[in-house]
């Protein structure tokens, strides 16, 4: 499973950019990564890993701006194609499972 937070903040006040810059330090922390300057993806292992993340986003959301938070398969973020410009570049990769016996 993937979460992808895409989000439109302000940045007209000093606390406009303070509560951006918490909101992005607080999605790096819980193990987001930068898609795009607006859009950050987290990989989870499970359904139930996901809801603890996106229980996390929600009690982190900043008091302005507009959020959305979607939640996709492997199968349907594996479908998707990245291009830098013209140029096509690998997505990211799905981080690995590791099994304890």
Not at 6 to 32: H, Q, S, V, W
Not at 39 to 49: A, G, K, V
Not at 78 to 87: A, C, D, L, P, S
Request: include cysteine; charge should be positive.
């Amino acid at each position: 499973m993937w979460i992808l937070v895409f989000f439109d903040l302000p940045t007209e006040t000093k606390k406009d950019r303070k509560n951006y810059a918490i909101f992005r330090k607080l999605m790096l922390a819980d193990g987001f990564q930068m898609f795009q300057f607006s859009m950050y993806i987290r990989h989870c292992s499970s359904r139930e890993n996901m809801e603890v993340h996106l229980q996390r986003v929600k009690k982190i959301l900043p008091p302005k701006g507009h959020i959305g938070i979607m939640a996709i398969t492997d199968k349907q973020f594996g479908q998707i194609e990245v291009f830098y410009g013209r140029e096509q570049v690998n997505a990211p990769s799905t981080i690995q499972q590791l099994e304890l016996f």
